[in-house]
């Protein structure tokens, strides 16, 4: 991702996390640092984070917050009471906090801040509350006047400042595709469109800012530059946001609400700012800055690098000394408490490994292990590492045996699991009976009738087996009558014979206490072993046959959705949306064209955008179409 952007410094607003949700590859990311604001009481909202390139940038000092009431990780103090040289400083006077309509602590609750002093500048990730409804209207104004007043006061203090983020303000009708419209629906005149009042404040701490009337008091005077309008004071459609419900993104009908600003004196530091419309995978898009080079500080040329990191890192642009764990600071993700003192994975191979092994070997144990997940190129280069070791006995890491031979010993051990899991066959002995092999296992029961008649005949035969005479043989009339009973409940219950119940009224004896029965004639003994199959056969002609392909396409046409209408300038399928506003209609569904619509942002007529289709879910019946 990082490599897609080209940045060296990355700020993400509306993390929409929890602590508890962060994982490693948000944090342990090889090469960077991260410093995270998150939500202290609500559950996926907000959210802040700035991660920094090691190898170009680290800052002195971090905070989260505006008003300085949040207190560093591990500690009771808070920002604003810090000493003086852990403070950045500029924080809201007193007089400003209680102009306030919503308490301090409050504001900085929903991780919506994250500060980083670099030599250089200050840099203010924010990601500000949005107009929503009237019930957040205090929150916001109060949030935006307490960032106002920061900024105003860090400027005061001599600092440069460089604020970005989601503002959730457009500056005027230029920045936003439906400027008019909000017009004409809330009455507004223009003047009164540029003095709403999130929309006035932002004008005034803005250079060529449009404020309607006098400036505000303490706000007499802009401090900031919009750097992206500054390299492109012209264009039109320059838009950062779009509404995904509507798909408005394709026709480019959204509004600028993303900013770069940066103090006055630093406008001469940057080559170039822009939007990356065609980076997907948000409703935003990225909005970027490039500083030059070579900067003008305090009358002399200085290069960017020696004013981006700690006094003594960079010189001319060269590094003297490597970015080590004594500059992290204590804001930093890597000092949270589940990742303090870990490492990627990726992080381990990419460090010098322990023992020299052949390449082969690395790539064949590891790429074939359970779990390890490793790039083809990481592997060859851990591979061109491990050959260059300089101690072949043993592990530096762990002081234990080297790597290679601890993948190898695991790989033995599991190979002689796996023989010893086979036990050897025992010798019979000479003229022992052979093992009777068990019965071999057959389908899955199909049908409740296939389970009562298998269950039941695999018991009545055990149990006829069971009752033989004295000479070894088998009663035949016992084993069709114990029978009975299983097939009567497989097939349903029949009416017994004459014959059947002299052979049910039959006392089963051990034979050594009964006398010999004489059998019965033939003729008995065949009537009471074909009455059950006779049941049988009547049951199975009575029986329905389902096909099952005709019972699938049956509960598959009750299940569908029903074919949606065709658009009326398109010819194409609707799509179908859900009323959530409040009024009669909210929870009703309708079917529209799922076309995007218009940069007009409009339904139209005979055009590529969206058309004026709009059915009742309610309304439509495709049966009276078809």
């Given at each position: 991702?990082?490599?897609?952007?080209e940045a060296?410094?990355?700020?993400?607003?509306?993390?929409k996390?929890?602590?508890?949700?962060?994982?490693?590859?948000?944090?342990?990311?090889?090469?960077?640092?991260?410093?995270?604001?998150?939500?202290?009481?609500?559950?996926?909202?907000?959210?802040?984070?700035?991660?920094?390139?090691?190898?170009?940038?680290?800052?002195?000092r971090?905070?989260?917050?505006?008003?300085g009431?949040?207190?560093?990780p591990?500690?009771?103090?808070?920002?604003?009471?810090?000493?003086?040289?852990?403070?950045?400083?500029?924080?809201?006077?007193k007089?400003?906090?209680?102009?306030?309509?919503?308490?301090?602590t409050t504001?900085?609750?929903?991780?919506?801040?994250?500060?980083?002093?670099?030599?250089?500048?200050?840099?203010?990730?924010?990601?500000?509350?949005?107009?929503?409804?009237e019930?957040?209207?205090?929150?916001?104004?109060?949030?935006l006047?307490?960032?106002?007043?920061?900024?105003?006061?860090?400027?005061?203090?001599?600092?440069?400042?460089?604020?970005?983020?989601?503002?959730?303000?457009?500056?005027?009708e230029?920045?936003?595709?439906?400027?008019?419209?909000?017009?004409?629906?809330?009455?507004?005149?223009?003047?009164?469109?540029l003095?709403?009042?999130?929309?006035?404040?932002?004008?005034?701490?803005?250079?060529?800012g449009?404020?309607?009337?006098?400036?505000?008091?303490?706000?007499e005077?802009?401090v900031?530059?919009?750097?992206?309008?500054?390299f492109?004071?012209?264009?039109?459609?320059?838009?950062?946001?779009?509404?995904?419900?509507?798909?408005?993104?394709?026709?480019?009908?959204?509004?600028?609400?993303?900013?770069?600003?940066?103090?006055?004196?630093?406008?001469d530091?940057?080559?170039?700012?822009?939007?990356?419309?065609?980076?997907?995978?948000?409703?935003?898009?990225?909005?970027?800055?490039?500083?030059?080079?070579?900067?003008?500080?305090?009358?002399?040329?200085?290069?960017?690098?020696?004013?981006?990191?700690?006094?003594g890192?960079?010189?001319?642009g060269?590094?003297?000394?490597?970015?080590?764990?004594?500059?992290?600071?204590?804001?930093?993700?890597?000092?949270?408490?589940?990742?303090?003192?870990?490492?990627?994975?990726?992080?381990?191979?990419?460090?010098?490994?322990?023992?020299?092994?052949s390449?082969?070997?690395?790539?064949?144990?590891?790429?074939?292990?359970?779990?390890?997940?490793?790039?083809?190129?990481?592997?060859?280069?851990s591979?061109?590492?491990?050959?260059?070791?300089?101690?072949?006995?043993?592990?530096?890491?762990?002081?234990?045996?080297p790597?290679?031979s601890?993948?190898?010993s695991?790989?033995?051990?599991?190979?002689?699991?796996?023989?010893?899991s086979?036990?050897?066959?025992?010798?019979?002995?000479?003229?022992?009976?052979?093992?009777?092999?068990?019965?071999?296992?057959?389908?899955?029961?199909?049908?409740?009738?296939?389970?009562?008649?298998?269950k039941?005949?695999?018991?009545?035969?055990?149990?006829?087996?069971?009752?033989?005479?004295?000479t070894?043989?088998?009663?035949?009339?016992?084993?069709?009558?114990?029978?009975?009973?299983a097939?009567?409940?497989?097939?349903?219950?029949?009416?017994?014979?004459?014959?059947?119940?002299?052979?049910?009224?039959?006392?089963?004896?051990?034979?050594?206490?009964?006398?010999?029965?004489?059998?019965p004639?033939?003729?008995?003994t065949?009537?009471?072993?074909?009455?059950?199959?006779?049941?049988?056969?009547?049951?199975?002609?009575?029986?329905?046959?389902?096909?099952?392909?005709?019972?699938?396409?049956?509960?598959?046409?009750?299940?569908?959705?029903?074919a949606?209408?065709?658009?009326?300038?398109?010819?194409?399928?609707?799509?179908?949306?859900?009323?959530?506003?409040?009024?009669?209609?909210?929870?009703?569904?309708?079917?529209?064209?799922?076309?995007?619509?218009?940069?007009?942002?409009?339904?139209?007529?005979?055009?590529?955008?969206?058309?004026?289709?709009?059915?009742?879910?309610?309304?439509?019946?495709?049966?009276?179409?078809?």
């Amino acid at each position: 991702m990082f490599d897609i952007l080209e940045a060296d410094i990355a700020v993400f607003q509306e993390t929409k996390i929890q602590r508890k949700d962060l994982v490693d590859d948000m944090v342990l990311v090889p090469g960077w640092d991260c410093y995270w604001s998150l939500p202290k009481h609500k559950k996926g909202y907000s959210g802040v984070v700035i991660y920094t390139r090691q190898s170009v940038c680290a800052p002195i000092r971090a905070e989260e917050g505006i008003t300085g009431v949040l207190c560093p990780p591990n500690s009771g103090t808070s920002f604003s009471e810090s000493p003086e040289d852990q403070q950045i400083g500029g924080y809201p006077t007193k007089s400003q906090l209680e102009a306030s309509l919503v308490d301090a602590t409050t504001l900085d609750s929903e991780g919506r801040c994250v500060i980083l002093e670099f030599p250089a500048f200050v840099l203010l990730g924010v990601y500000s509350p949005a107009n929503r409804n009237e019930t957040r209207d205090d929150f916001r104004h109060g949030f935006l006047d307490l960032l106002d007043a920061r900024v105003r006061n860090l400027v005061a203090m001599g600092k440069r400042v460089v604020l970005t983020g989601d503002l959730n303000i457009s500056r005027e009708e230029l920045d936003t595709a439906n400027a008019e419209a909000s017009m004409r629906k809330n009455g507004y005149t223009r003047g009164e469109y540029l003095s709403t009042p999130a929309r006035r404040l932002f004008n005034q701490l803005l250079e060529d800012g449009k404020v309607v009337g006098g400036r505000d008091q303490d706000r007499e005077e802009p401090v900031l530059w919009d750097i992206c309008r500054g390299f492109h004071p012209n264009r039109k459609g320059m838009f950062t946001c779009w509404e995904q419900k509507v798909n408005a993104r394709p026709g480019n009908y959204g509004s600028r609400i993303d900013y770069v600003l940066s103090s006055l004196d630093m406008k001469d530091w940057f080559s170039d700012s822009n939007i990356q419309e065609g980076l997907m995978g948000s409703d935003h898009c990225p909005v970027f800055a490039v500083i030059k080079d070579q900067v003008e500080l305090g009358g002399r040329t200085v290069h960017i690098l020696d004013v981006m990191n700690p006094p003594g890192m960079f010189l001319d642009g060269q590094r003297q000394r490597e970015y080590s764990a004594k500059d992290m600071l204590p804001m930093s993700g890597k000092l949270i408490t589940e990742f303090d003192g870990r490492r990627s994975i990726r992080d381990m191979f990419a460090r010098k490994p322990s023992l020299p092994k052949s390449p082969s070997t690395t790539v064949s144990l590891i790429g074939k292990g359970p779990d390890m997940e490793k790039p083809e190129d990481a592997i060859e280069s851990s591979a061109k590492q491990d050959h260059q070791a300089d101690a072949p006995g043993t592990d530096p890491t762990t002081g234990g045996p080297p790597r290679e031979s601890v993948l190898l010993s695991i790989s033995k051990k599991r190979s002689l699991a796996e023989t010893s899991s086979q036990k050897p066959l025992k010798r019979s002995k000479p003229g022992a009976a052979a093992p009777a092999q068990s019965p071999a296992v057959g389908k899955g029961q199909q049908s409740l009738k296939g389970f009562l008649m298998g269950k039941t005949t695999v018991q009545a035969s055990s149990t006829a087996s069971s009752f033989t005479n004295d000479t070894g043989s088998q009663d035949t009339t016992c084993s069709s009558h114990v029978l009975q009973p299983a097939i009567d409940l497989a097939v349903g219950y029949s009416k017994p014979s004459s014959q059947d119940k002299e052979a049910k009224s039959f006392d089963y004896t051990s034979p050594s206490s009964t006398p010999a029965r004489k059998a019965p004639d033939s003729t008995g003994t065949q009537s009471a072993q074909a009455s059950p199959s006779k049941d049988l056969n009547s049951s199975q002609d009575t029986e329905t046959v389902h096909d099952p392909i005709q019972s699938k396409e049956s509960w598959s046409k009750l299940f569908t959705k029903p074919a949606p209408p065709r658009c009326e300038s398109h010819d194409e399928p609707c799509k179908t949306m859900l009323t959530k506003k409040n009024g009669m209609n909210r929870g009703r569904s309708f079917w529209m064209c799922a076309r995007p619509l218009g940069p007009s942002g409009e339904k139209e007529k005979n055009t590529q955008w969206r058309c004026h289709t709009f059915i009742w879910c309610s309304d439509w019946n495709p049966t009276a179409t078809a």
